[in-house]
């Protein structure tokens, strides 16, 4: 049985432990504020720049553009996959692991075994957990959400969109979460080459678009493409990054509860201890007490 002094440490230690994880809760939801302004201004042009493209898409078939060309023969799969920097975070990446795995090993499993599967790691969880796995890592990039910045961003999509065309690889998957709410992130696996037309609903259907060409429909789709990739990244970014701090921010709560929780029935132990000690030494009195008069 433990001793009060044990209690009392226990006691002591988790209030320790409960003072670092309301801090971290404080400290992402400071950040979270920033992040949600960051990624709700992102997505109204990422939204915008699809529709136009997918719009173009319809009446740009002659141009024979291999960013949107589905190949009859899909040999090699380029998987991204943006994890967090750090963990605390709860199932969030977890889960984008899970993902990950599941198209590795399931969806694109004869070409795993053929080694036809490359990952494209972002964020230093992924990098830390696929760096011990048979699989074949062609870039990492740990410890970018410090200084995110677009710049990267830019140098990524040019590198992976120039070996695509060059026949590296025929499909790229991206795999990432997205802000929902501060309790809930969406987990996404969609393909970002080559291009598929956005899914509109009705209502967008029955609008049609007409475009005024200046200076050629081909400089102008040429120009939109990169961009187009570019802010679906970024967009990425930025929504992991806010669904990553949201999902720290309950967890550091939930365990700054169960914190609280422990320490209460550390208490009621430690309570129960000292009135048993209390009562022990009561009952040692009365018995020499009455031993003395015996004699």
Request: hydrophobic fraction near 45%; proline fraction near 1%; charged fraction near 25%.
């Given at each position: 049985m433990a001793t009060l002094r044990d209690i009392k440490q226990r006691i002591n230690g988790v209030k320790g432990t409960q003072k670092i994880t309301r801090a971290m809760k404080m400290v992402a939801a400071s950040r979270l504020r920033r992040a949600q302004e960051n990624m709700m201004r992102s997505r109204p042009y990422a939204r915008k720049i699809s529709e136009v493209l997918s719009d173009l898409m319809l009446i740009t078939k002659d141009l024979n553009l291999p960013h949107f060309e589905e190949r009859e023969k899909v040999e090699k799969i380029a998987i991204v996959l943006i994890t967090a920097d750090r963990g605390l975070c709860g199932?969030?990446?977890?889960?984008?692991?899970?993902?990950?795995?599941?198209?590795?090993?399931?969806?694109?499993?004869?070409?795993?075994?053929?080694?036809?599967?490359?990952?494209?790691?972002?964020?230093?969880?992924?990098?830390?957990?696929?760096?011990?796995?048979?699989?074949?890592?062609?870039?990492?990039?740990?410890?970018?959400?410090?200084?995110?910045?677009?710049?990267?961003?830019?140098?990524?999509?040019?590198?992976?969109?120039?070996?695509?065309?060059?026949?590296?690889?025929?499909?790229?998957?991206?795999?990432?979460?997205?802000?929902?709410?501060?309790?809930?992130?969406?987990?996404?696996?969609?393909?970002?080459?080559p291009i598929l037309p956005l899914e509109k609903t009705g209502e967008e259907e029955k609008e049609s678009s007409d475009y005024i060409y200046e200076p050629s429909k081909e400089s102008i789709i040429k120009?939109?493409?990169?961009?187009?990739?570019?802010?679906?990244?970024?967009?990425?970014?930025?929504?992991?990054?806010?669904?990553?701090?949201?999902?720290?921010?309950?967890?550091?709560?939930?365990?700054?509860?169960?914190?609280?929780e422990m320490i209460r029935e550390l208490q009621i132990t430690y309570n129960k201890a000292r009135q048993a000690?209390?009562?022990?030494?009561?009952?040692?009195?009365?018995?020499?007490?009455?031993?003395?008069?015996?004699?």
């Open positions: 199932s969030f990446n977890v889960n984008l692991i899970k993902a990950a795995e599941n198209e590795i090993y399931n969806t694109y499993a004869d070409y795993q075994k053929n080694g036809a599967v490359s990952l494209f790691l972002i964020g230093k969880k992924g990098v830390d957990y696929f760096a011990k796995r048979d699989v074949k890592i062609e870039a990492s990039y740990p410890g970018i959400f410090a200084n995110l910045k677009f710049d990267f961003v830019v140098r990524f999509m040019a590198d992976i969109t120039n070996r695509y065309i060059n026949g590296e690889f025929d499909k790229v998957i991206l795999i990432s979460n997205e802000f929902k709410s501060v309790m809930q992130q969406n987990l996404v696996v969609r393909q970002i080459l120009t939109l493409i990169p961009r187009y990739l570019n802010v679906q990244l970024w967009r990425a970014l930025l929504e992991s990054y806010a669904a990553e701090l949201g999902a720290r921010m309950t967890a550091m709560d939930q365990a700054t509860e169960n914190a609280g000690s209390i009562t022990k030494e009561i009952i040692e009195i009365v018995s020499g007490a009455n031993a003395l008069k015996e004699e």
